[in-house]
């Protein structure tokens, strides 16, 4: 079956240092990949998404580039600040199925 | 203002007793989704629901019942409470719930401790 793979549970960094965090998915065809980010007493709310090959996602300084060859959709920041502390799950939309599959997340802190 | 509303945001009851939990959104969504959120599975799809009807059901347990009242809202009864079902249930909405990849908006959630 479809699935999303997030391999860090948790990624500890300083202000101003470089983010990736990872993912992968397993779906046939072309499906929709999102990056949703859950601040603490919150929900989830989408940061962005991306449909085809090669297709990059951005907002608020993060992006993601649709990789159908090696099945990634890797979130990455130049810089972080404190306020990027968050929680951040990785989703795909299969092709023929409008149900989100969901990543187990990743938990990012960022050390004043 | 927030544009879907859950209540309340916590909740305690006693192991047996019945809850429901209150979702109204105001984005003028057709489609309704619940959400469970705890330590064992993050994000947990529930139910869905289009235009008032359910599309989808992956709750094993019927101790759970949806109930749309109105096309803007969709409550959640649990019935028979056990402490397992303490968690964080998020309501949500979409434009549609059709084939495609519709965006999804949540509510800040109801976090419900069963004693």
């Known amino acids: 079956g479809d699935s999303v793979t997030q391999t860090e549970g948790q990624v500890a960094l300083s202000e101003e240092d470089f983010l990736t965090i990872h993912c992968n998915y397993s779906?046939?065809?072309?499906?929709?990949l999102f990056w949703y980010v859950q601040y603490p007493g919150e929900g989830p709310q989408l940061l962005f998404r991306a449909s085809r090959d090669k297709e990059k996602g951005s907002s608020r300084g993060f992006e993601a580039t649709y990789d159908k060859g090696t099945t990634s959709f890797h979130l990455r920041k130049a810089s972080v600040q404190e306020s990027d502390s968050a929680v951040y799950y990785c989703a795909l939309s299969p092709d023929s199925n409008y149900q989100l599959i969901w990543g187990s997340g990743t938990k990012l802190i960022i050390k004043p | 203002d927030p544009k879907i509303i859950q209540k309340p945001k916590y909740l305690v009851a006693v192991t047996g007793s019945e809850k429901i939990l209150i979702c109204e959104q105001y984005l003028g969504h057709n489609a309704m989704y619940w959400y469970r959120q705890s330590a064992k599975k993050p994000l947990e799809f529930m139910f869905s629901y289009s235009y008032q009807k359910l599309m989808d059901n992956q709750t094993a347990s019927s101790r759970f019942q949806p109930q749309s009242s109105k096309k803007n809202h969709l409550d959640l009864q649990i019935t028979a409470l056990k402490p397992d079902d303490s968690a964080t249930y998020f309501c949500?909405?979409?434009?549609?719930?059709?084939?495609?990849?519709?965006?999804?908006?949540f509510g800040s959630g109801t976090r419900l401790t069963v004693l």
């Open positions: 779906a046939s065809g072309y499906p929709t």
């Open positions: 949500a909405s979409s434009q549609d719930s059709g084939a495609g990849a519709e965006t999804l908006y």
